[in-house]
């Protein structure tokens, strides 16, 4: 595993996060039909208070899968900005800001998740599918992060061994 | 920026991304017609079958459009669309009424028959919208509830919509409140195949019906009806 090949991950992870976000929020506009199955799960999901602005009163105007579009495409810009530089300061930057973006996604995911389970009593499969791309996601950028230590240790091994 | 190797495996990722959103995504927009279900074109449905003489009916009766929706208490889009369609049918000064069905396609909504009964019994004392439009504020304070705390809510809101409680309370005890509720499901099981609540249909002055498959469709259907919104 290279950082080059986690980052073209988290960027496909991303773009799949972001269109599953994407048609929920255009099925909220009833721009598209929300393909439930069976189970009726995302209706139930879809029409509970944790479907706007997470459940948060004062967010409560704003879907909550908007916010699952501005974290995907922030976190797809990240990867693009790092596969177009070769800059290592900004490399490093964008590195650590992935994995603080994935990370607070990953709580906000599973606050969600905790709600479906224990409060709606109803899974949302879009909503479950964007719960394991993020946490996936997570787990590749805390790759990276590691790799990137690793990288800086050495570095800083060989600088000193030059000096 | 220049065009390395690495920007060009993005740029192919992107663009496999794009497609494949444009492929599955927008094939789904919804059109601005109401799209009729398939099976009932094939089906040879009459207003009849959708409105009997003990049919709940909301608004003007003698209305040239009938809007009827199959429903659920314990469904949350059900309840969701409810204030609206309340409203569509206030605002078209009598042109438009609503016909109410009960379903429960779905085995969890363990209270749907309590809520049902309770509204037919409120129906003997010809307050079956009061009590429709009751039941659904309660929906999620029933969700856990055994049966006998959810009676005691049904009590409180006959008390609240000013029901005779001793009538309503024998009344929901009696087995004539079964039938409507059963003949509501077979027909929207066995003639309509209906597999969710809410469902729509809308009837037209000509008798045509014309499912409708949600609320802004429902909206498109009266105006393109030209029925006052």
Known sequence: MTRALANRIMFILSLAGFCDSLYLTMAHAQLVELKCGPSHGCEEVAHSAAAMGMGIPFLSNIPTAAFGILMYLALAAGAFLRAATDNEVIHDRVSKFQWAISLVSVLASGYLTYLEAYVIHAWCRYCVVSAIIILIHFIFASIDRSMARKSNISASIVEGEIS | ?229
């Open chain 2, 1 to 229: 920026m220049k065009l390395t190797s690495e920007i060009k495996i993005f740029a192919v990722i992107l663009v496999v991304a794009v497609a494949l959103v444009a492929f599955t995504v927008l094939p789904t927009l919804r059109s601005n017609n109401p799209t009729p279900i398939k099976h009932i074109e094939d089906t040879p449905l009459k207003k009849s079958d959708l409105i009997q003489a003990d049919t709940h009916i909301k608004g003007n009766k003698d209305a040239p459009f009938t809007l009827v929706v199959f429903s659920d208490f314990q469904c949350p889009m059900c309840k969701d669309v409810s204030p609206q369609l309340n409203k569509i049918v206030e605002n078209s000064k009598g042109q438009l009424n609503m016909a109410y069905h009960h379903f429960k396609p779905r085995p969890d909504h363990i209270h749907s028959q309590q809520l049902s009964r309770a509204s037919e019994a409120a129906a003997v004392q010809g307050k079956f919208w009061e009590m429709h439009d009751e039941l659904f504020k309660i929906q999620d304070l029933v969700k856990e509830e055994p049966d006998d705390k959810v009676d005691i809510l049904i009590s409180q809101l006959a008390k609240d919509i000013k029901l005779d409680l001793l009538k309503f309370q024998a009344t929901l005890k009696s087995k004539n409140i079964d039938d409507p509720f059963l003949a509501d499901n077979v027909l929207a099981i066995q003639q309509l195949k209906l597999g969710q609540t809410p469902s729509f249909f809308g009837i037209e002055k000509s008798g045509k019906i014309q499912a409708i498959n949600n609320l802004a469709d429902i909206r498109t259907w009266v105006k393109r009806e030209g029925i006052p919104e």
